[in-house]
């Protein structure tokens, strides 16, 4: 079974910077897709970003992009979300999530998530 284990939330300052990071194994994930989402109180959980395992293409939520980078190491097997400039509403609980159909969200794996905090 596939395992997504996320680290690196915290608590930071807005303006500040954090790096999200997430182990993947059980499988080579080629031809997946990679992806984090979030999920603040009492909102609905949505995609932030994704990349294709393979040709590393991304994709990036209108409220990050510019802000946030994701990538991968595909020899570690590790996902990575830089996010720069945060802001209080980027305070949720972080997912990383594998997909191994891309287009067909009904499917993937899910870590249990990493809080990320932003305020003063």
């Known amino acids: 079974q596939v395992r997504l284990v996320e680290s690196g939330g915290g608590l930071v300052q807005p303006g500040e910077s954090l790096t999200l990071a997430c182990v993947a194994s059980?499988?080579?994930?080629?031809?997946?897709?990679m992806g984090w989402y979030r999920q603040a109180p009492g909102m609905e959980r949505e995609v932030v970003a994704a990349i294709r395992w393979d040709s590393g293409k991304p994709y990036y939520a209108a409220t990050v992009k510019g802000r946030f980078t994701i990538s991968r190491d595909s020899t570690a097997n590790m996902l990575y979300l830089q996010m720069n400039r945060l802001q209080p509403e980027d305070t949720a609980i972080y997912y990383c999530k594998a997909e191994p159909s891309p287009g067909t969200p009904g499917e993937g794996y899910w870590g249990q998530g990493t809080q990320v905090t932003v305020g003063s």
């Open positions: 059980g499988d080579t994930f080629s031809g997946y897709a």
